[in-house]
Structure formats: structure tokens, C-alpha cells
């Protein structure tokens, strides 16, 4: 696994790279009577199973090595920052690598929602380079869009909303041709697909990969994501972060998660998950009035109808109780829903309010 061959010092703002980072008197000890934190020995208010008075790891060394056998391809503890879901390491990410008012960023769209969010939040400016209709990255088109003030580029495989995999041959081209830009491959939904970019870690300083136990592992409540990455990248990633931003509730359903059942149980819901989504694919085909299913690689599918998508996505929320997600709006999106697959029964509610919705909507008009 590559040091990282100075990348992070390229890249990051100044500030950032001087930065002395919070230090506790748990850093150097963390055994005895524990009277350094200005926490209540007294315990808290509420019957817990667990043990809440205490400051939890701020380093979550025994996840990030379950995680690194987990992945394998070299993967080491030092490679992997744990965030508060991938969301925090994407906004970290901004706040590291971009100077506010000054550096950009390329996005793909369509593409997920938070990496405009997070550019607005830290007014950077985002460069886009659109999929082409098929949903692919077009490497020549991103390549010819880097310039000295953009300083990452976001791809998202599987894609949200398109839910297509990229190519890790397009991935790799990437890294290879802008090695002076961070390449952030967000694998949310890798589980429900065959490739990961974490392999390209090795050959690739410039690469950083983002996954979450929020979709194949069905833990979103607990809020926990990864970024892999060089290790002067998670360096940085740990020496800005909040202290103790992994609680200690979470960081026990993590690693529980790891566990050699659990990973069993996991490949069986997901197997479920794909069995299921085939039977949704295959149903929103019998209807004449979708015009396209898209191939899946997530555990959603997006899918065209003939018109009025949103009015149609409207009634399923307001009178069947279905909630998809309208994504008309999107770049070669239009008249486009996107479902998750949810159990059998779930599917099945989707694919009775889909019907009576379109019905209704496309009589009043
Ligand atoms: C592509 C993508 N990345 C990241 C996330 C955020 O995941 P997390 O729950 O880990 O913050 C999502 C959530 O929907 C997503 O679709």
C-alpha cells in the first residue's frame, strides 16, 4: 500500500497542514481513575446496557482493522478514516482540499446531492462534466476540465441516482491523468455490486474510496462511514475531524457488524435484496407505461415513465403510503422515479400504488 508520496501536502490548504490537532490527556493515558475529562463518574441518568460516562476511542483502531481485513487488497488501519457516515468525510474532504471562494471541484451529474451541498457550504465551485445519457464517465471530457484551481473529483460507483457501476479501467484512467487531483470514487452501494476502486489505492496516492455501513449492511441509524485512503490523505482526515466523532454505541454495532456472522447474514440480505430487485425490474417492465428501466447495480432501480412522474411520485406518498424519490430534475433524468427495494411485501405496495397512481394522475389531466 502506497505512503501517499506527499499528495496530501500538494493539495491541502496551508492552514490545514499546520494545524496542531486536539490533543487529550487520553492520548497518552487512558487507564486508572479517570479524572482528566471533566466527565460524570457518577454514570448517567437512564439504565444503560453500556458503559456512557466515558469519552468513546477518538481512534477506532479495532474497527479500522476488522474493516482492513474486511476489505483486503493491502488495506491497512492506517489507510481508513471512520466518519460520522461518508457524509462527514466528504464535507471534511471540502474543507481540507479546498480553498473557500478560490478552488473547485468536478462533479458527474447527475450525481448524489451532498458534493453540491457541501461546495455550497464551503463556497467552492463546482465544474460539471455530465454522464453521457448512458450513464457513463467520459475520461477525455473530465481530463480536459482539470485546471491548477480544481482540486478533487467526485465519481460516484454504483451512481446515485443512476445506479450504474463505473468501469474501473474509466476510474483508473482518471487517477492516471490528473495524478495532481483527488480522486474520490464514493462506493456507498459497493456491496450490491461486483468491483471496488480500493485496489487502485495501491497504484494510486491520488485515489481516496468512500463506503458506508448505511445501505448493504442496513445501519444507517447508526451513522458510521469510511474514506480509504494514502495515509497522509487520512492523516489529515483524522487531525481535523472532532475528536471522539465515533460514538461508542455506534462503534459497538460496527464492529458487531464485522463479525464472521454478520458478514454472513450480510451476504444473505444482500443476495435477498438482488433476488427482490430482479423481481421489481422485471415488473415494472410488464407496465406500458414505463418507458425504461434502467440496469441496476445498487439496491434501487431508476426507472422513465411516459409523463407526469412527479404528479405520479406525488400520489403514491399522499394517498397509497409508498415514498419513492421523483428525479425528473436531473440531467437525463427526465420523467425518471428512483425505488429502493425493500422487502417483498414493500415491493409489492410499490407496485399496486405505481399502478392505481399513474392511473388516477394520467385521467385528471
Ligand atoms: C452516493 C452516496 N454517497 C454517500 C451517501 C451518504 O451515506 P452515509 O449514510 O454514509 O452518510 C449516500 C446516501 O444516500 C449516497 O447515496
Known amino acids: 500500500m502506497s505512503n501517499g508520496s506527499g499528495i496530501a501536502a500538494k493539495l491541502a490548504r496551508p492552514n490545514i497542514l499546520e494545524l496542531q490537532p486536539y490533543r487529550c490527556a487520553r492520548d497518552d493515558y487512558s487507564e486508572g481513575i479517570l479524572l482528566d475529562a471533566n466527565e460524570n463518574a457518577w454514570g448517567p441518568p437512564i439504565d444503560a446496557q453500556e458503559i456512557l460516562e466515558r469519552y468513546p476511542d477518538p481512534y477506532q483502531i479495532p474497527l479500522k482493522e476488522k474493516m482492513a481485513a474486511f476489505r483486503g487488497e493491502g488495506v491497512k488501519p492506517e489507510n481508513i478514516f471512520v466518519g460520522v457516515g461518508s457524509d462527514e468525510a466528504i464535507d471534511l474532504l471540502f474543507r481540507i482540499f ?29 465544474v460539471n462534466v455530465p454522464l453521457t445519457p448512458d450513464f457513463d464517465i467520459v475520461v477525455p471530457d473530465i481530463i480536459a476540465a482539470i485546471t491548477p484551481s480544481v482540486k478533487m473529483i467526485f465519481l460516484c460507483s454504483p451512481g446515485n441516482p443512476t445506479a450504474k457501476s463505473l468501469p474501473l479501467e474509466d476510474l483508473e484512467a482518471v487517477a492516471q491523468q490528473a495524478p495532481n487531483v483527488l480522486i474520490i470514487v464514493d462506493e456507498a452501494y459497493v456491496d450490491f455490486s461486483q468491483s471496488s476502486a480500493i485496489c487502485l489505492l495501491r497504484k494510486h496516492p491520488n485515489v481516496c474510496v468512500l463506503q458506508t455501513l448505511s445501505k448493504a449492511f442496513g445501519m444507517a441509524a447508526i451513522r458510521c462511514g469510511f474514506c480509504f485512503g494514502a495515509p497522509d490523505v487520512i492523516q489529515l482526515l483524522n487531525n481535523v475531524k472532532a475528536p471522539y466523532n465515533i460514538n461508542q454505541l455506534t462503534s459497538k ?42 440496469p441496476s447495480d445498487a439496491n434501487f432501480l431508476l426507472f422513465r415513465v411516459q409523463q407526469s412522474a412527479k404528479a405520479v411520485y406525488q400520489y403514491m406518498a399522499d394517498h397509497c403510503g409508498v415514498v419513492s424519490r421523483y428525479r425528473g430534475t436531473e440531467l437525463h433524468c427526465e420523467e425518471c422515479i428512483r425505488v429502493t427495494i425493500g422487502t417483498p411485501d414493500d415491493n409489492k405496495a410499490f407496485l399496486d400504488a405505481l399502478q392505481k397512481a399513474y392511473q388516477i394522475v394520467t385521467q385528471q389531466q
Open 98 to 126: 479546498c480553498v473557500p471562494g478560490k478552488d473547485k471541484v468536478i462533479t458527474t451529474p447527475p450525481t448524489y446531492g451532498m458534493y453540491k451541498v457541501c461546495a455550497k457550504v464551503n463556497d467552492v465551485e463546482i
Open 253 to 294: 454495532a460496527a464492529l458487531q457488524a464485522l463479525e464472521e456472522d454478520s458478514l454472513k447474514k450480510l451476504q444473505s440480505n444482500i443476495r435477498g435484496v438482488l433476488a427482490e430487485r430482479a423481481v421489481v425490474a422485471a415488473a415494472l417492465e410488464q407496465l406500458e407505461f414505463v418507458v425504461k428501466v434502467y
